[in-house]
T-cell receptor, first 109, second 113 residues
């Protein structure tokens, strides 16, 4: 079993939709949770970083962590074609950083 | 802005060739990393370095080596390239050892034929 599971998609939505991207994990030692966005043929860039359970909002993006269920989510409101990318979740404990496989998101105009 | 530069974006090499992938960062970060990214497998850590001339194995070091002679430069070496090393290679650097300060380069696409 992988430490971090992420549905690869692709997830295809119309412009303006609310997008929900999710990851589950098995290691309760993970303390820090991140979401990265990766455009085609580019490197990942950090979108959101959270430490504890609960929600963190940044503009149209909301990151949610539920440690009791070992489940994290990224919500994108009012999705735009420019949001089309691969979204990678990542989790960290100590100095160990583990990435999900990434979900491909396509927002159609 | 932090810049991590991977000079070779697209390479095609023959089986058995020695391959060098170069990475330079301009933010004086102590920590540097090499990952490979494959569909369905996500990012897997090959090697990392927390200081000049220091290197540590990641999760998949077999078939690779690294060199860090200067703080800003971290090189990945494939001693004898094989077809199963066809992949996208990502270099990264970070201010601390956490994932919230890690910056990635744009990637090097390597095809071994």
């Amino acid at each position: 079993q992988k430490e971090v599971e992420q549905d690869p998609g692709p997830l295809s939505v119309p412009e303006g939709a609310i997008v929900s991207l999710n990851c589950t994990y098995s290691n309760s030692a993970f303390q820090y949770f991140m979401w990265y966005r990766q455009y085609s043929r580019k490197g990942p860039e950090l979108l959101m970083y959270t430490y504890s359970s609960g929600n963190k909002e940044d503009g149209r993006f909301t990151a949610q962590v539920d440690k009791s269920s070992k489940y994290i989510s990224l919500f994108i409101r009012d999705s735009q074609p420019s949001d089309s990318a691969t979204y990678l979740c990542a989790m960290e404990y100590g100095n160990k950083l583990v990435f999900g496989a990434g979900t491909i998101l396509r927002v159609k105009s | 802005d932090v810049k991590v530069t991977q000079s070779s974006r697209y390479l095609v090499k023959r089986t058995g060739e020695k391959v060098f992938l170069e990475c330079v960062q301009d933010m004086d970060h102590e920590n540097m990393f090499w990952y490979r990214q494959d569909p369905g497998l996500g990012l897997r850590l090959i090697y990392f370095s927390y200081d000049v001339k220091m290197k540590e194995k990641g999760d998949i070091p077999e078939g690779y080596s690294v060199s860090r002679e200067k703080k800003e430069r971290f090189s990945l070496i494939l001693e004898s390239a094989s077809t199963n090393q066809t992949s996208m290679y990502l270099c990264a650097s970070s201010l601390d050892r956490g994932g919230n300060t890690i910056y990635f380069g744009e990637g090097s696409w390597l095809t071994v034929v």
